[in-house]
């Protein structure tokens, strides 16, 4: 919301700067956007160049066709001669005049006197968007009549402003008004409030108001007011320009009126003209089955039964706290006006305005909850504009709801509040406070709220807070005492941390990638029934997808040494209302199984892991390079899913982690020297290298620690469809140093057992 | 036999030797079986000339020896002299990767609570509305319980919108003292952009024991704030509105591009935002039958990308997420 400073001026009395403002505000109140600085630039005595001028002549320009040549009185003994473009005046206009060598904003250097056309131009008369008061260009800004020739603008117009950008929290809609800020200023800075409280304009002829509330959940309250000999026309410039300022559009008169209104209690009004409510009577109610309305915006929304509506008797002039309707909308020709000044329910409101996508400066405001009691001063100012604006007379006015929120009532204890914020903020101070919030306290501390903080402050820590936001700045940063806690990771979370550890170790970079999927191998992976996008629309079951990407992305630029892991959730569908939730730990790398393979081993030995490896058959995995372990797979990435060589695995934290010992034992393998034996066999191609490591541990008994193929080699000596397996074996004994002879049996025993099972020939 | 000139011929050639080899040549000559000296000791017959011979061998064989390492020595510096590399020249270290600037900004942050005492808890990531919005005091009509802004499930099913179920999931399975930090991914129903992504990573902290303060949750911050941004820099706390705490605040730190001069970083106002916290609301306690006059608490809530995107100062969140190395191995 934008506060202009000469306007929020005029409610709070204060000496307060708009940056001290600003400072004070946002610690404790709202959050200040920015201060922008608006009209003309104050330096020098550039304010001085600008005066109310008379227009003493207007004639044609003798070498334009479509400019005048003006005399104006801008005080001096000598009138000023000023050429000018627009044609909305003529002589006797009083307007505003930029003398020579005044700065606008948005020129770039200042006015100059100079010819245009061949005759002096000693000036400039001036249209509002040039002095930042507007956006109209199409006439010059005309001042009323009373002012002095030659007195200062600045005196008649906010030829400098400061406007606050500011955003209130959602607790606090009354701060979506001027006089709600204007009220904290006022508490925060020390300033005297003075709320607008014009005459309210009385009631003079008998025309009848007939309306009627039937939801008045939705619509706890109702004033119409109806008004006759209305002359619709523009505003006068000082309305105007401060619809301008807080960052509305001027439209006539009328709607000016309600917008200002609005924008001063934060309780929005609407305007019908009257003549074209078909039934003449006001009711609310809720739609019906079928129902449309063409709204303002030229809009047929088709309707709920959940949509609150005003209509005439007959049929729906308005959206509720939404937006009119377009066949009532105010036009020039209106000369009846019905102004509603009403309160509205908030969540009724945010669910239509959701539903139909439509967001206006009104429904913005009732959905946070506006007082029903800022409805009685905004029909009243909003009427004394009217009569004073556009001739009218109030001819009727009624006031619908069935009793209004009364003043909660909260005890306060100020020891509780000095002891939760952790500052002593004295009694009295507690008090002052309170009360310059207007909040009564009486002397058992009993503290009456008032009615636009009766939705947010209902309880004592409400209370609590309203001190702590006022004090914020002198809190003391102090620690919690933390008797009887310590700080420790839990073993899982530490393994956690170790595997990244080592997949960065080994070269892996850690990718994030979405947990929302196009798609998933799971058909029963969790589906969203209304995703943002076809791309983020299933809840993964695997962490393929998002590496294969990542993946991608670094081919395409051009990346070398390409590896990423990811170590994040997978959502596996489970009976009950959630999903089972598991950390994956999952890799890509180039170089094809191999490079997997290793980073694999590498994982399962740095936890000293038992691996197994079995082959498989995977979808996403080349058919002959496909592997399960107890905790996933890995394998060579199907080339249809990335072109090149890719490796790729996949593991379950939690099963992989099952067999991790809860400690680990000494081995003595120190004392006595192992005997380390290479031996060479052939096998057949199809003989795999667990099945031969196996046959041998088997045989090899105890004493044989360790067996491990360490290369493979095919050719002409071994003859077709065979392959030579080199194996190493290491023997040793936890007691006593083997004998070469005891070596040499355990071997044989090794080499006989690979012969009969596998048919395997020792080559060496 | 004249063995002081023997010694001599001998001490000579040691002195004359160039190399190793040289050396070598000169002990078999003198001091090998065969040499002269070793013959005449052999048939030595008596004592005195014994001792001659012997003495005179000792001051050889001392002489072979010094030369022999002065030498050793020599052709050592020699080789290591000519073994000169070119150390300036790079080889490529052993391959590393990285963890992901988001994992080194939670680690950061864990570790912080971690010495403060606290402990990590993993919550959930698809939760019931019942702990999202019900049981956080969300008001029925929150934006955030919308569609338009959270990714439901189903009815009463979600992607968490903010990591605070897990300060309910933690309240109601264990009794105060409770110190908590709780880190993970989030998700909201933001197109992603420059500087929103659907699901991004949020810290949550929660305290409640008895006689905690706001005091101690704008201490708590503040180290926290200063651990991240730097010991030189200065906090401030701004009011907030936040269903599930009050009173509620907002963090902001001093621009640590400019030091609170003023800059883009900071659009010009000194202080940058980093995150909301509050007092926990006593309905809070209140639905977790927790005693609301015994206990209080605190609790916040910061995103981790926000903490990385201010401190790192690249423009666009999408880089998180799309991991390409160029990004990664810069942090």
């Not at chain 1, 239509?352 to 206006?360: C, G, N, W």
Request: proline share 6%.
């Amino acid at each position: 919301m934008r506060v202009p400073l000469s306007w929020l001026r005029e409610y709070v009395e204060t000496d307060a700067t708009a940056h001290e403002m600003a400072r004070r505000l946002s610690i404790s109140a709202l959050e200040v956007d920015r201060v922008i600085d608006v009209g003309v630039p104050d330096e020098g005595d550039n304010l001085g160049r600008f005066v109310v001028g008379r227009v003493l002549s207007a004639d044609p320009h003798p070498n334009a066709d479509r400019l005048q040549l003006c005399q104006v009185d801008v005080g001096n003994p000598e009138p000023q001669q000023i050429v000018c473009g627009a044609w909305n005046f003529g002589v006797g206009a009083t307007v505003a005049v930029g003398l020579p060598g005044a700065l606008l904003p948005g020129f770039p250097g200042p006015l100059e006197e100079r010819p245009l056309r061949g005759q002096m131009s000693r000036g400039m008369i001036l249209a509002e968007d040039e002095i930042g008061l507007g956006a109209d260009h199409a006439g010059i800004m005309l001042l009323p009549g009373g002012l002095e020739p030659g007195s200062p603008l600045a005196e008649a117009l906010p030829l400098v402003d400061q406007v606050l950008d500011v955003t209130p929290t959602m607790n606090r809609p009354d701060l979506l008004s001027m006089v709600g800020i204007a009220r904290e200023v006022a508490a925060l800075l020390d300033g005297a409030l003075r709320p607008p409280d014009p005459d309210d304009p009385p009631v003079r002829g008998g025309d009848s108001l007939d309306v009627r509330v039937e939801d008045l959940g939705g619509c706890p309250r109702y004033i119409g007011r109806v008004f006759r000999d209305v002359a619709v026309g523009p505003s006068p410039q000082w309305l105007r320009s401060r619809l301008h300022l807080a960052g509305m559009r001027s439209i006539s008169n009328v709607v000016d009126v309600t917008n200002y209104v609005m924008h001063v209690w934060g309780s929005p009004l609407h305007a019908f003209d009257r003549a074209l409510l078909a039934g003449g009577r006001i009711v609310v109610r809720r739609a019906r089955e079928g129902e449309t309305l063409r709204t303002l915006d030229g809009t047929l929304r088709e309707l709920l039964p959940s949509d609150l509506l005003i209509t005439d008797g007959e049929r729906p002039v308005a959206l509720a706290a939404i937006m009119g309707g377009l066949e009532s909308e105010v036009s020039d020709e209106t000369t009846e006006v019905l102004l509603e000044a009403a309160n509205f329910e908030p969540i009724g409101v945010l669910r239509t305005s959701e539903r139909l996508a439509v967001r206006t400066e009104g429904s913005n405001k009732w959905e946070k909850g506006v007082d029903p009691h800022a409805a009685e001063p905004a029909a009243a100012l909003a009427s004394r504009l009217l009569v004073d604006l556009t001739g009218a007379e109030v001819t009727a006015s009624v006031d619908v709801h069935d009793g209004l929120p009364g003043r909660p009532v909260v005890e306060l204890r100020p020891e509780h509040a000095s002891r939760l914020i952790g500052l002593d903020v004295p009694e009295d101070e507690q008090r002052s406070i309170l009360e310059r919030l207007e909040l009564e306290v009486d002397d058992a501390w009993q503290v009456t709220v008032p009615t636009f903080r009766a939705r947010d402050v209902t309880r004592e820590i409400d209370l609590v807070e309203e001190i702590a936001r006022v004090v914020l700045d002198r809190v003391p940063h102090t620690m919690p005492l933390r008797r009887a806690v310590a700080g420790h990771l839990t073993p899982e979370q530490r393994l956690r941390r170790a595997l990244e550890d080592v997949l960065v170790g080994m070269g892996f970079a850690e990718a994030y990638t979405w947990s929302l999927t196009p798609s998933d191998p799971n058909p029963d992976a969790l589906r969203l029934p209304d995703p943002m996008s076809g791309d983020h629309a299933v809840l993964r079951t695997t962490l393929l997808h998002g590496l294969v990407e990542a993946a991608r992305v670094n081919v395409d630029a051009g990346n070398e040494r390409i590896r990423v892991f990811e170590l994040a959730r997978v959502y596996l569908p489970a009976d009950g209302q959630l999903p089972e939730e598991r950390w994956h730990l999952g890799g890509i790398a180039e170089g094809g199984f191999e490079a997997v393979r290793r980073a694999v081993e590498t994982v399962y030995e740095a936890f000293h892991l038992p691996l197994v490896v079995t082959r498989t058959a995977l979808d996403h995995l080349h058919p002959g390079k496909a592997a399960v372990t107890e905790a996933g797979w890995l394998g060579e990435l199907h080339p249809s899913l990335l072109e090149g060589e890719w490796g790729a695995f996949e593991l379950d934290v939690a099963e992989l982690m099952a067999p991790l010992p809860e400690r680990i034992l000494y081995e003595d393998v120190i004392t006595y020297p192992a005997n380390r034996q290479d031996i060479a066999i052939a096998v057949s191609e199809d003989v795999e290298a667990a099945a031969i490591v196996g046959v041998a541990r088997e045989a090899g008994g105890a004493e044989l620690r360790e067996a491990r193929v360490f290369d493979v080699y095919r050719g002409d000596q071994v003859g077709e469809g065979r392959k030579s397996v080199a194996l190493h074996l290491v023997f040793q004994a936890p007691d006593r140093t083997l004998t070469d002879e005891e070596v040499a049996a355990s071997r044989s025993t090794i080499v006989a057992a690979l012969a009969e099972r596998l048919g395997a020939e020792l080559r060496a | 036999m004249d063995v002081e000139a023997l010694e001599q011929a001998a001490l000579a050639a040691v002195a004359a030797a160039r190399s190793t080899d040289a050396i070598e040549a000169v002990r078999v000559e003198y001091l090998g079986r065969k040499s002269a000296l070793k013959l005449a000791l052999r048939e030595v017959r008596d004592r005195e000339t014994g001792m001659t011979l012997n003495a005179a061998r000792e001051r050889v064989e001392s002489a072979v020896a010094a030369r022999e390492a002065e030498l050793q020595r020599a052709e050592l510096d020699r080789r290591l002299s000519e073994e000169r590399v070119d150390v300036t020249l790079p080889l490529g270290g052993y391959p590393r990767g990285r963890l992901h600037l988001i994992t080194q900004i939670r680690r950061e942050v864990e570790d912080v609570f971690l010495g403060l005492g606290y402990r990590v808890v993993d919550g959930r990531e698809v939760e019931t509305t019942h702990y999202n919005f019900d049981g956080l005091n969300f008001p029925p009509g929150h934006p955030a319980r919308s569609r338009l802004h959270s990714l439901f499930i189903d009815d009463d099913t979600l992607l968490r919108t903010e990591t605070s179920p897990s300060q309910i999931r933690t309240m109601e399975a264990e009794q105060p003292p409770i110190y908590i930090v709780s880190l993970g991914r989030v998700y909201r129903r933001d197109t992603p952009d420059a500087t929103h992504t659907p699901v991004f990573h949020q810290v949550e902290g929660l305290a409640v024991d008895e006689g905690i303060t706001l005091a101690d949750l704008t201490g708590t911050l503040d180290f926290l704030l200063k651990a991240l941004f730097g010991q030189g820099r200065r906090t401030q706390f701004r009011t907030h509105y936040f269903p599930f705490t009050e009173p509620s605040i907002e963090a902001y730190v001093s621009c640590h591009v400019c030091d609170g001069a003023g800059c883009p970083v900071c659009r010009h106002s000194g202080w940058i935002e980093v995150g909301g916290a509050g007092m926990v609301d006593p309905k809070l306690f209140e639905f977790v039958g927790y005693d609301a006059e015994r206990y209080s608490g605190f609790a916040f809530g910061w995103g981790l990308e926000r903490i990385a995107m201010l401190r790192h100062e690249f423009p666009d969140l999408r880089e998180l997420w799309r991991n390409d190395l160029r990004f990664s191995r810069q942090f």
